[in-house]
């Protein structure tokens, strides 16, 4: 444990606390990575969180959301108290002039999220050693900037980061899927025997048509797909790191590098609001059965109402989260007469139930699954959006605001940009398409990312989209940018 203006009275007794809250997390069943906790300055952690992780690559950007969050602390707007990585072991970074009880609920607050790292089915393929991938791929950066200079890198930086959430994170599905369908034996191709190909072929059944699908490729005798790719692609930075003509080595590593980050960070966007309602749900808990004197229990209540306070213009994830397990615990501790008979709840499993939820969910199937009318009702639950100068509620009715606060999480929140075409018009162009679904994308960004995708691509590129309710072509190839209606 770093020790920067601790006596050491003070760093004795956080390391008891540490170790009296470890050792009540472990008895409520919590299961986490070894801790290892460091106290840092306000202008050290401020940095780690701009960044996201104590090492990572240099780029204006971070350089940008450092000076925002520092700023709302310097004016007390707001506060860091603590940040987690997940990482095996896990390290978190507590707050220097947090008080002892401040430290005692971030302590507890911490070993909750490592919890949910490591045993969240959405954290599966996390990799656990990312801050030493970090530190080596940052290493691997400045070297580029002093062979290729650091105006190329960080131009070339600015081009990946500007498309750097269109990733697909359920890609190693696909490759899964892809190996199978290699691996399948006595398949016959769709050309056959009679020309010329030299493939296995099975006997002729009624069924022949459900495989048509599954058939491999039988060595150039079949037709080729006129595609490509054959199918859209959602992984925008994995198709241009591997199909674009004119990158070099460098900057094939860059994206891949930007692309392995982003996939890291992905699952921390899909469970926010679990997450956040884990910990808070579990440190509420924990220091519940700490001996705290009086004025420390003051403390700590005006402290927990501070982190689950609603907000009138945004979600809280962290009273969201906290509100939807208590209530899943309540609900099947004490089921209704109704539950019971139709779901067969016998009642008092409740907290088995809390660990089953922050085993498998994530927050699309949280919320859709245990966001219930009586809670949207209880928080008060609404839509809004802006008209003209005024915001304005549109809807309070519950499924409604469910299935709103659900699309608003698809996809990490990001709008959904597929890969239609590599080769548009025969001439090695992109075209995109953008997945409509009620909500229209940025113009203004839209028109200043798509010469950021030219400068990957190297040619021509197009994005198909919905602006007024009519199918919109942007393009941009290298010295303008056009648009026109379908």
Known sequence: MGVFALTKDELRLLEEAVEKITGKAREFGLDFYDMYFEICPADIIYTFGAYGMPTRFSHWTFGKAYHKMK???????????EMVINSDPCYAFLLEGNSLVQNKMVVAHVLAHCDFFKNNVHFSHTPRHMVESMASAAERFRGYELRYGRDKVEAFLDAVISIQEHVDPHHFIKAGRERKKQG????????????GCGKHTRKETPYDDLWELDRPKCGGHCEKPKKFPPEPEKDLLLFIMEHARDLDDWQRDIISVIRQEMLYFWPQLETKIMNEGWATYWHLRIIREMDLTEAEALEFAKMHAGVIMPSRMRLNPYHLGLKIFEDIEKRWNEPAGEEREKYGRHGGEGRQKIFEVRE????????RNYLTRELIEEMDLYLYKKTGYDWKITDKEWEKVRDGIVSSLTNGGFPCIMVEDGDFSKRGELYLKHFYEGMELDVFYLERTLPHVYRLWGRPVHLETVVDNKKVLFSYNGEKGSKKFL
Do not use: H, V, W
């Open 184 to 195: 399948k034996e006595e398949m016959a191709c769709t050309c056959g025997p009679e020309k």
């Open 71 to 81: 700023t709302q602390y310097d004016y007390n707007l707001s506060r860091i108290y």
């Open 360 to 367: 498998l969910e994530n927050d699309i199937s949280f919320l």
